[in-house]
């Protein structure tokens, strides 16, 4: 899309609306964003508003939801209006930063940004902000407040402004326009993480092994790798989670439930990446090439574990007879001989089988399918490996000889019988 394209808001009122609104932390349109952010904007022919390439400012760790708030009136802590404290020269220069205030309030406000300062703080859960209305926000979380409603689809919201930029889900604007890109945004929030994917800005930082994020979320996803933490249970098999996103995906398991389905042949799957890589089937794209030997694969996982031919890496170990494996998948497979587990069970007769290719195989005799077939003769079978042995017969080669005599044999059980011989 052109940034020029379509019409756009006025920058002035959107500016004005951004800079007197704060984003509702619980609202998942909004990816958090930093006090004291400011976005450089500018006017194009129809009024669409683009970001012109300056670097977006973190200065705040503490305060992802709220920024700067411009008031008419300045308030005690209290509640109480003072009246305004205006200088001489009618404009306050910040010490550390230089930046400009009319008001003597709001560049005291300013201030705490530089030193941390946050005087204002939760009676309920003690997290403390620098500005009252960090905190007047924040409340809304403890006490579930959303007075403002959606008049379309009546979803509440904690502010007016998180109201409008969710109206533009019904009216499908998109003010915000990505100058490198093209891409267009309703929320000014979300434009602005966009960015950061041209710049390459990942602000927030793991204190614990240095990975940074782009986003709050993001972080705050990884540090539960380092905690352990798995709020997220799934009430059927009790399997816990640390993003509630995976406990969804987990619980279609249960469910049954494949809400994504190949437009091609109508098979469905549960996940979209498992749709995404079978109609590689239909399309014939394979994108990942083996660098040794140049194969080419339609899903990663296949990738990974070809490569691991040429390395002959085995990490997976078996703790009963120490047998290693280049996947999980084979490892467990292998286990269940130790085990004697059959968890894959015949619904026609009822026999069970250690892995599923293996009751796969076995339907076949319940199905009479046999689909593979003997160029030479026509003879079909329903196994691939009775195929190959059947090939035999029509060729010369008898792979398995007699240490006795020498004699060959097409296939294993004609030479064991064959040994019967020697023991008599």
């Not at 006490?143 to 689809?153: D, L, R, V, W």
């Amino acid at each position: 899309m052109n940034c020029n394209e379509g019409k756009g808001l006025d920058v002035q009122q959107v500016c004005n609306q951004e800079s007197n609104s704060t984003l509702d932390p619980q609202d998942p349109e909004h990816p958090q964003i930093k006090e004291g952010e400011q976005l450089v904007v500018k006017q194009e022919a129809e009024g669409i508003i683009i970001w012109t390439g300056e670097d977006l400012n973190h200065e705040d760790p503490e305060l992802p939801w709220i920024k700067e708030e411009p008031e008419e009136l300045c308030t005690s802590e209290e509640g109480e209006q003072k009246p305004e404290l205006k200088n001489s020269n009618s404009s306050l220069n910040c010490d550390t930063c230089g930046k400009t205030f009319q008001y003597e309030c709001h560049l005291t406000k300013h201030v705490r940004i530089h030193t941390g300062e946050k005087p204002f703080s939760c009676s309920t859960c003690g997290k403390c902000f620098g500005q009252k209305s960090g905190l007047e926000t924040h409340m809304k979380i403890h006490t579930g407040e959303k007075p403002h409603f959606c008049s379309i689809c009546g979803k509440g919201f904690s502010q007016m402004i998180n109201l409008k930029t969710h109206m533009r889900v019904h009216t499908g604007e998109k003010p915000y326009c990505c100058s490198t890109c093209g891409k267009t945004f309703s929320a000014l929030s979300a434009f602005k993480t966009h960015i950061r994917i041209h710049t390459g800005e990942k602000p927030y930082c793991c204190k614990t092994c240095g990975k940074r994020f782009t986003q709050q979320s993001g972080l705050e996803h990884h540090m539960k790798i380092h905690t352990g933490e798995k709020p997220h249970s799934c009430i059927t098999c009790g399997k816990s989670f640390s993003r509630m996103k995976s406990l969804k995906t987990h619980m279609r398991i249960h469910t049954g439930e494949k809400p994504h389905s190949c437009i091609t042949c109508g098979k469905s799957f549960s996940h979209m990446m498992n749709l995404k890589t079978h109609m590689r089937i239909h399309t014939g794209e394979k994108p990942y090439s083996c660098s040794t030997c140049g194969k080419r694969f339609s899903d990663l996982s296949g990738f990974k574990k070809h490569k691991m031919i040429h390395t002959g890496e085995k990490p997976h170990p078996c703790n009963t007879c120490g047998k290693r494996f280049s996947d999980m998948t084979n490892l467990k497979a292998h286990i269940r001989i130790h085990t004697g587990e059959k968890p894959y069970c015949c619904n026609t007769c009822g026999k069970r089988f250690s892995q599923k290719s293996g009751v796969k195989i076995h339907m076949k005799i319940h199905t009479g399918e046999k689909p593979h077939s003997c160029i030479t003769c026509g003879k079909s079978f329903s196994h691939m490996t009775s195929l190959k042995t059947h090939m035999r017969i029509h060729m010369p080669e008898k792979p398995h000889s007699c240490g006795n005599c020498g004699k060959s044999f097409v296939q294993l059980i004609h030479l064991k019988r064959h040994m019967r011989i020697h023991t008599i």
